[in-house]
């Protein structure tokens, strides 16, 4: 386990269509985040999970968009009734609980999303 | 990302320094970060400064820290044009134990022959 896997690369979908994305950490890391990164912007905080439990889902976007991380390791990001605002890079991270001294994230390389 | 401020791009000549600057929020941040993001890609962890530390210095990376003014720095000695990348600082913010990694809106460093 080299890094952080995320798949699909790109996604196209037609407006209204449901999409999901997986994301699998790097194996020993705990937390497990979820960004959303538009043209020109830095990465936009959605949620992120320790271990299997969603510990703030206050920043996902609208109702549309839910998140999964039933077994503690890979995740899933799903928006529903996609929209052409939902148009971005969606990445992923890992780290290790803050708490030590290794508050570092480790990102993936991010599904691109087009919605036409 | 706007409780993190960077100047939003930077063009050098090849060989020169380049020097990317952010003011961050929270006087209380423990770690603040820099990180490359290369196109098409990820963010890449370059360097990270604890908040005790005024400077860090890692290879061709020197990290500066003004706490009194919330100022950090990411000086790039003799910049090749490999260095050409957006360059985001970082901290965590956040309150009552939950703490939420925060990004600047990036600097692009352009790098020329």
């Not at chain 1, 912007?41 to 609208?62: C, D, H, I, M, V």
């Not at chain 1, 999964?68 to 939902?86: A, C, H, M, V, W």
């Not at chain 2, 957006?86 to 703490?99: M, P, R, V």
Request: charged share 20%; proline share 3%; aromatic share 10%.
């Amino acid at each position: 386990d080299t890094g952080v896997s995320q798949n699909p690369r790109h996604k196209i979908t037609k407006r209204g269509q449901n999409v999901t994305f997986r994301c699998d950490p790097i194996s020993e890391h705990n937390r497990l985040y979820w960004y959303r990164q538009t043209l020109g912007q830095g990465p936009e905080f959605l949620t992120y999970f320790q271990n299997e439990a969603q510990l703030e889902k206050s920043r996902l976007l609208s109702d549309r968009f839910s998140a999964e991380r039933p077994k503690g390791s890979f995740s899933t990001l799903e928006i529903q009734r996609t929209e052409q605002g939902d148009s971005a890079m969606y990445l992923c991270a890992s780290s290790l609980a803050p708490g030590r001294r290794n508050e570092k994230l480790f990102f993936g390389s991010g599904t691109q999303l087009s919605v036409l | 990302g706007e409780d993190v401020e960077q100047s939003l791009f930077l063009s050098v000549r090849e060989g020169d320094s380049s020097v990317i600057n952010c003011t961050y929020t929270d006087s209380s941040s423990t770690y603040l970060y820099w990180y490359k993001q290369e196109p098409g890609a990820g963010l890449q962890l370059l360097t990270y400064i604890f908040s005790n530390m005024d400077m860090k210095q890692d290879q061709r990376l020197t990290v500066l820290l003004n706490k009194k003014d919330k100022h950090l720095s990411l000086r790039i000695a003799d910049t090749q044009t490999g260095d050409s990348a957006i360059y985001f600082c970082a901290e965590w913010l956040g309150s009552g134990g939950s703490y939420i990694p925060t990004f600047g809106r990036g600097t692009s460093l352009i790098v020329h022959p």
